[in-house]
């Protein structure tokens, strides 16, 4: 059976476009059944309607708290009913209760070699911390910011000329090979996670 | 002309061998002026005999404290006039007063990607974390534990049946080719440090 997927975005949505390849690829076995975006111009929930998948806009900025907004992004997916959420540069910061409601069934994605770097421009810090190894790290996600246990990373060079912005370019190429790899993964097996450590089995 | 190194250690010295063998096939080109362990029983220490470079025993045991140990090892090292001074499973902190004697010319190898893992058994951290992705770290040597600018980074898969143990062994694989690549990279080239950042020009 193909893994049904959630995907949640707020811009514009790269990895979700590496995904919808991999399944048009036929390397993944999934099928997306919501797309959702809390922003109303983003180019990726634009594309979700071109490749025609069911589409859908939660503006939180028509929502009166952070709690109303979950409450009917979680309604469209209880609907859809996913295996896995899939977090695509959505730029929202989901509450200890909705995490809560999906154990180690949302995904995201951080572009860096976790747990160095956390938090914002991780891609900025890692060239100011002068590491010469930095990559990307598919995550699930738990109640803390980029901590959850950890599903694939991917490792690359970091070079003497790069910046925040050469290195997030060369990360991205990673990024997208990961999350499709993640996702394949949980496609095909079961897993277990024994401490923080997520054993495929 | 040759890089001259001096090789601290309290144990085994498989990176010292890693280095030795690297002048010995001439791929870096240095000359090890000295060899020094604060374990009078060390293997590495033996090694450096048989080697026949001028091996040093200075038994921390036998000094009062901590500042009468590296009077002693200082005085050693001045009388062998390093460019490096690589630190090979010294098992002693440096002082900030040794440091700043030697700035941007200590450099020590840790086993994991940091800033991820510093500290004591960085194999076990990585496993018990769950990261995917480990390594090792060849860096200078400043006033903080495994903190300083950044030489030298390798990485590899953590395997989902590793321990701290089998990841260990494999990443003393790659600490023997990171510790040559950064020698034989401060041996050919002139650096700065930027920020924190080792900048090869």
């Not at 979700?16 to 983003?42: M, Q």
């Not at 959505?90 to 949302?106: G, Q, T």
């Not at 910011?145 to 370019?169: M, S, Y």
Request: hydrophobic residues 45%; glycine residues 6%; proline residues 5%.
């Amino acid at each position: 059976m193909p893994l049904s997927l959630a995907v949640l975005l707020s811009g514009r949505g790269s990895n979700f476009a590496a995904i919808h390849d991999a399944i048009e690829r036929g390397v993944l076995d999934a099928r997306i059944t919501a797309v959702i975006s809390n922003r109303p111009g983003a180019p990726g929930i634009e594309r979700a309607r071109q490749w025609g998948y069911p589409a859908h806009v939660v503006d939180h900025k028509q929502f009166a708290d952070r709690a109303a907004h979950e409450v009917e992004v979680l309604r469209l997916l209880a609907a859809a009913d996913p295996h896995v959420i899939a977090l695509a540069g959505y730029m929202r910061l989901l509450s200890a209760d909705f995490v809560a409601r999906y154990p180690h069934r949302i995904v995201n994605i951080h572009p860096s070699l976790l747990p160095s770097f956390p938090g914002v421009d991780a891609q900025a810090q890692a060239v100011a911390y002068g590491v010469k190894v930095s990559g990307c790290t598919v995550h699930f996600v738990d109640e803390h910011l980029d901590a959850g246990p950890i599903i694939v990373q991917r490792a690359l060079e970091v070079r003497d000329d790069d910046t925040g912005e050469t290195l997030a370019a060369r990360i991205l190429v990673e990024e997208h090979i990961a999350y499709v790899d993640a996702l394949v993964k949980l496609s095909r097996g079961r897993f277990r996670v024994d401490g923080r450590r997520v054993v495929f089995e």
